[in-house]
């Protein structure tokens, strides 16, 4: 028997994973390898935040490993040339890898795939990261939702999702093969060092993941219907795990419908219901595939955005507009990585109805600042705040940012926290009224259009 290769991607854990699983029962050396691929065609490069988790999670990885009697590879350069020659490198003879959905990874997992085969390197792949992946939950003429609420209900009645594969207890060492040096991949900010914020936020990887999803159950489940008031701590906090995948959906699936206490019972489905977004998100982009740049409704490439300064765009990305809501939220995001969902949709409003500027410009700001950053997630929730995605928020409905305010921080609880009471505010610079009218006139131009 001559090894394995694991090659983790979004999957950056040792539980749940069936890929790192079957090369292990398989028996042999496994080498676990992590790829940086910032040069295959298409592959678009992480945010800034985006690194600085993957740098931590990968560390994290590395630590459990080694406690499991491994330790991981770290390799850089485009996938398709860095497998095969991995590959032959270990002497492995089979490859298994969890599946990933984006247009671009696909075609390259399926390149390597033919030529792994084509040399007689058996080549496996695994479902891990998404409960249904997108070709299995379809309408009855075979078509993807275009609506989350039916999404969901179809998904509901589909067979339970299968339950977490069991952690291995040992992992047979890698072959003896080079790895780079984290540090040398220069994935955290150095001058300044920015990421203070961040580091206080967050613990990345598995541990961090699972300290999360338990502190949740104990502490916020039961108000989740609090879940829209930033000032509470309400909600898991698990997306970035979740991107990265150091929890998976299905053990947050399962962990929710295992022992909990009646009022965390009965707040489990409103809690699930949001998973599924990321999966109805991540069924939009598999059947869209270039979200982040195109929309998805084409009547939105007539839509007359704005050339916003350079000056407002600064405004916008400082937390300094004038309004406190959205000066907060992006405040928040620039200092741990995240903003409330609540909070998230006032600020991605603003800049696309009140500013009128293109929904890309504020995807590319989330896509370099939030740690849970992800190729549907992100883009298909600036598409529904902006009107062009599969299913999306009707137009006319403009979130005011200060009635949000009055309705979701009425003590003001949360804003204090980012704008505190004595700071010297800049006057609002905008007036909600009349953008809001010029959005609404902009939508019907594009309308005739
Ligand atoms: P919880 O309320 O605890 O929800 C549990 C999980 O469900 C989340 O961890 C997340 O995985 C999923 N989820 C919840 N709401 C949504 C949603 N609306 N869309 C998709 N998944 C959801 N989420 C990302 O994971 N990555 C992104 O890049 C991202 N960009 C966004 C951009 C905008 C403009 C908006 C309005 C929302 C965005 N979201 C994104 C969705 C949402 O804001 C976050 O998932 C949520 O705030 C994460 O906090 P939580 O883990 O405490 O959520």
């Not at 985006?50 to 990885?61: D, E, I, T």
């Not at 999360?212 to 909600?235: G, K, N, S, V």
């Given at each position: ?5 694991v ?34 065609d298409?592959?678009?490069p992480?945010g800034?935040?985006?690194r ?5 999670s990968?560390?994290a990885?590395?630590?459990d490993?080694?406690?499991?009697g ?5 390799r850089?350069?485009?996938a ?6 991995l ?18 990874e ?34 009855g ?24 594969v ?25 001058t ?5 914020g ?27 219907d ?6 509470q ?12 995948g150091?929890?998976s ?24 219901r ?17 979200i982040?740049r ?7 490439d ?7 300064s ?69 883009a298909?929730?600036w ?5 062009s ?10 979130f ?6 009055e309705?979701?921080?009425?003590h ?20 909600l ?17």
């Amino acid at each position: 028997m001559s090894g394995s290769v694991v090659w983790l991607r979004d999957d950056l854990r040792i539980a749940d994973n069936p890929a790192l699983r079957s090369a292990v029962d398989r028996g042999g050396p496994v080498t676990v390898v992590y790829v940086l691929d910032e040069q295959s065609d298409g592959i678009r490069p992480f945010g800034a935040a985006a690194r600085w988790w993957l740098h931590q999670s990968l560390a994290a990885l590395d630590t459990d490993l080694r406690a499991h009697g491994s330790a991981l590879v770290l390799r850089r350069g485009p996938a398709a040339e860095v497998i095969p020659s991995l590959v032959q490198e270990s002497g492995a003879d089979a490859v298994f890898w969890n599946r990933r959905y984006g247009k671009v990874e696909r075609e390259i997992d399926t390149g390597i795939k033919s030529g792994l085969v084509e040399s007689g390197i058996d080549a496996h792949s695994a479902a891990a990261t998404l409960l249904w992946e997108p070709w299995t939950v379809l309408t009855g003429k075979g078509e993807p939702f275009k609506v989350f609420t039916p999404f969901w209900r179809a998904a509901q009645a589909m067979p339970e999702p299968r339950h977490p594969v069991p952690e291995p207890e040992t992992i047979a060492a890698p072959a003896d093969v080079h790895s780079d040096a984290l540090d040398d991949w220069a994935l955290l900010p150095t001058t300044p060092d920015w990421a203070g914020g961040m580091r206080d936020a967050w613990t990345p990887g598995e541990h961090g993941a699972w300290d999360r999803m338990e502190r949740f159950i104990d502490e916020a489940l039961a108000d989740y219907d609090q879940r829209d008031e930033p000032a509470q701590a309400a909600t898991s906090s698990l997306s970035p795990h979740l991107r990265w995948g150091e929890i998976s959906p299905y053990q947050v699936w399962h962990r929710l419908h295992e022992t909990l206490e009646p009022d965390q019972r009965r707040a489990a489905p409103a809690f699930l219901r949001q998973l599924a977004w990321r999966e109805f998100n991540w069924n939009e982009y598999f059947h869209c595939d270039d979200i982040a740049r195109t929309n998805v409704r084409g009547e939105f490439d007539a839509f007359p955005w704005r050339d916003a300064s350079d000056d407002e765009l600064d405004r916008w990305r400082a937390g300094t507009t004038g309004f406190d809501l959205v000066d907060a939220g992006m405040r928040e995001l620039w200092h741990t990585g995240a903003m409330h969902n609540r909070v998230r949709l006032a600020t991605a409003s603003f800049l696309v109805k009140n500013m009128l500027v293109d929904w890309r410009i504020g995807e590319q700001w989330f896509w370099d600042t939030l740690v849970d950053a992800d190729a549907a997630n992100n883009a298909a929730n600036w598409q529904w705040v902006a009107g062009s995605g599969f299913d999306a928020a009707p137009y006319f409905r403009v979130f005011n940012p200060d009635r949000q305010l009055e309705r979701f921080d009425p003590h003001r609880e949360y804003v204090r926290r980012w704008v505190p009471a004595d700071e010297d505010r800049p006057e609002p610079m905008l007036d909600l009224k009349a953008t809001r009218q010029r959005a609404l006139d902009a939508y019907a131009d594009m309308r005739r259009a």
